[in-house]
C-alpha cells in the first residue's frame, strides 16, 4: 500500500460517503483509494471499516465494474479468521466502493519496512507463522462451496505482502478477494496498478493463461522465500527485464544459508511451491500447508499469535497504536456535532478599573491584547458549568427575587407596637364595662 498522497479540495477529510463517515486516508494505489471510516447501524451503533473506493476512471467502464461486483459478492460470502470479511458493495455518487472489516495493524508490507529502518530483524517462526495462517485462508477459500455443494472456484490471484494484513493481537488476515480477478483485466487497468504486482506472480498467470489455485501457491512460496532471504525474489532495473518477464521466466536462485534446524527440508519446501510446472507444484494451499506445519512441528520453531502480538505491539505498536486511537476518537466526535457552547448568565461582573499611571513616569501605552483563542473541544472535553445550560436544555430558567428577612431592629419595633396595641384593647374594655 502506498503512502497517501496529499488531498485535494474535494477530498477534504472528514467528510460523509453514505452511511460512512470517512476520517483518514490511509493509502491509495492504482485502482483505488482506501479510507478508513465508520459505518453508522440502523440501532444507532457504530464501526470502525475500511473503505475502499475504486478510481472514477474504472468505476466508469462498466466491463471492469461488472467483473469486480462479480468477485466482490463471491468473497462476501467467506468467513474466516483469516480473510478479512467484506460486507459492502455499491456505487454512491458515482464511485463503486467495496467496504470491509478494518485489521488494527498494517500489513506486511508495512512491517518488513519497518523492520529494516529500524534494523529488527524479524523472527523466522514468526516469519513462518505469517505464511502458514496464510495458506489457512487460501485453503478455505480454494475449498470453499455454494449452497448446493459446487466448488465455486475462487482463486486470489493477488497473494503479496500488501494483501498480508496483520494485527498487533497477531492475528494475520488475507484481503481483497474481492479485487483480485479484476486485477486481470490489464487493458484498463493503469500500469501502476499493475507494475507491483508482477513481481508476484505465477508464470502461467504472467503469460496470460487460465489459472487455477495452484498459482496462489506460487505466490504465497514467493512470501515465504522473500521471509527467509531477507530480500525480494525478482528486481527489475532500467536496463534489464521487467518484473513481468521475471515472472514469466520463473528463474528462483537457492536460498541462503541461515543456520535453522533442518534447513534442507525447509528449503525444499519452498523450492516445492516455486516449480514453474504447475503439475509439479504443490497441488493445493492445504498440502504446502501440511508440509510447513510438519516442518515447524520437527523443528520446534512454533509461535502463536498470541506471542507475535507481543512482540509487535513491543518493537513498532505504541506509537501506532496512540495515533489510531486519537484518530478514533476524533471520528466519534464528528458524528456527535459541535459542542454545546456554554454561556453564564446573571449580573456580569463589573469591570476592572486599571491603576492610575504614577506621575513621575509615562510609559508608552501597551497595545491592547487579543481575546485568548479557544480550541475546539471534543463533546467529552466540554467543561461542566456552575449554572443551568444555556440552549443546550432550553431557555435558563426565572430566578426568583430574594427578599431579606427582617433584622433584629425591625424585630424590636414590632414588639413595642404590639404591646401598645394590647395595652389599648384592654383600656377599650374596661370603659365598656365600667359605663
Not at 537457492?254 to 519446501?269: G, K, Y
Not at 461542566?384 to 445550560?389: C, E, G, N, R
Not at 428577612?405 to 395595652?423: D, E, N
Amino acid at each position: 500500500m502506498n503512502p497517501a498522497p496529499a488531498q485535494t479540495a474535494s477530498q477534504t477529510l472528514p467528510r460523509t460517503f453514505g452511511r460512512y463517515q470517512l476520517f483518514d486516508r490511509v493509502g491509495a494505489g492504482g485502482m483505488a483509494e482506501i479510507y478508513l471510516a465508520r459505518a453508522r447501524t440502523e440501532l444507532g451503533g457504530a464501526r470502525l471499516v475500511v473503505v475502499k473506493q475504486i478510481l472514477p476512471d474504472l468505476s466508469g467502464n462498466e466491463q471492469f465494474a461488472e467483473m469486480l461486483i462479480q468477485e466482490a459478492k463471491l468473497a462476501a460470502r467467506l468467513n474466516h479468521a483469516n480473510v478479512v470479511q467484506v460486507f459492502d458493495l455499491g456505487r454512491h455518487e458515482g464511485v463503486l466502493f467495496i467496504a470491509m472489516d478494518y485489521v488494527d495493524g498494517f500489513d506486511l508490507n508495512e512491517l518488513l519496512r519497518r523492520c529494516a529502518r529500524s534494523k529488527t530483524p524479524l523472527p523466522i517462526p514468526f516469519a513462518l507463522l505469517i505464511v502458514i495462517e496464510a495458506l489457512r485462508g487460501l485453503d478455505y477459500a480454494h475449498r470453499r462451496a455454494d449452497d448446493f455443494g459446487a466448488p465455486m472456484g475462487i482463486v486470489h490471484r493477488d497473494v503479496s505482502p500488501s494483501n498480508v494484513l496483520i494485527s498487533f493481537d497477531g492475528e494475520i488476515k488475507l484481503c481483497d478477494f474481492g479485487i483480485a480477478r479484476a486485477n486481470d483485466m490489464a487493458d484498463v487497468l493503469p500500469e501502476d496498478a499493475i507494475k507491483g504486482k508482477a513481481g508476484y506472480m505465477s508464470p502461467e498467470q504472467a503469460r496470460g493463461e487460465p489459472i487455477d489455485a495452484r498459482s496462489d501457491v506460487f505466490a504465497i512460496g514467493i512470501v515465504l522465500w522473500e521471509l527467509i532471504a531477507g530480500r525480494k525474489l525478482y528486481k527489475a532495473s532500467d536496463t534489464g527485464p521487467t518484473l513481468l518477464q521475471l515472472a514469466r521466466a520463473a528463474e528462483i536462485p537457492p536460498l541462503p544459508s541461515r543456520d535453522l534446524p533442518s534447513e534442507p527440508e525447509l528449503h525444499a519446501i519452498v523450492e516445492h511451491a516455486l516449480t514453474a510446472d504447475r503439475d509439479q507444484r504443490f497441488a493445493s494451499a492445504q498440502a504446502m500447508l501440511k508440509a510447513l506445519e510438519g516442518y515447524v512441528a520437527d523443528a520446534k520453531l512454533m509461535a502463536s499469535p498470541i506471542r507475535f502480538g507481543e512482540w509487535l505491539r513491543d518493537n513498532f505498536g505504541q506509537a501506532l497504536i496512540v495515533s489510531r486511537k486519537a484518530r478514533e476518537r476524533a471520528a466519534r466526535a464528528i458524528e456527535l456535532g459541535p459542542a454545546a457552547v456554554v454561556e453564564p448568565y446573571g449580573t456580569p461582573a463589573p469591570p476592572a478599573v486599571a491603576p492610575a499611571p504614577a506621575a513621575s513616569t509615562a510609559p508608552a501605552p501597551e497595545p491592547e491584547a487579543e481575546p485568548e483563542q479557544v480550541p475546539a473541544s471534543k463533546p467529552h472535553d466540554a467543561p461542566v458549568p456552575d449554572a443551568p445550560l444555556a440552549g443546550a436544555l432550553g431557555p435558563p430558567l426565572a430566578t426568583p427575587e430574594l427578599v431579606a428577612a427582617p433584622g433584629p431592629a425591625k424585630r424590636g419595633s414590632f414588639a413595642i407596637w404590639f404591646a401598645v396595641g394590647v395595652l389599648l384593647g384592654i383600656v377599650a374594655i374596661a370603659l365598656l364595662l365600667w359605663k
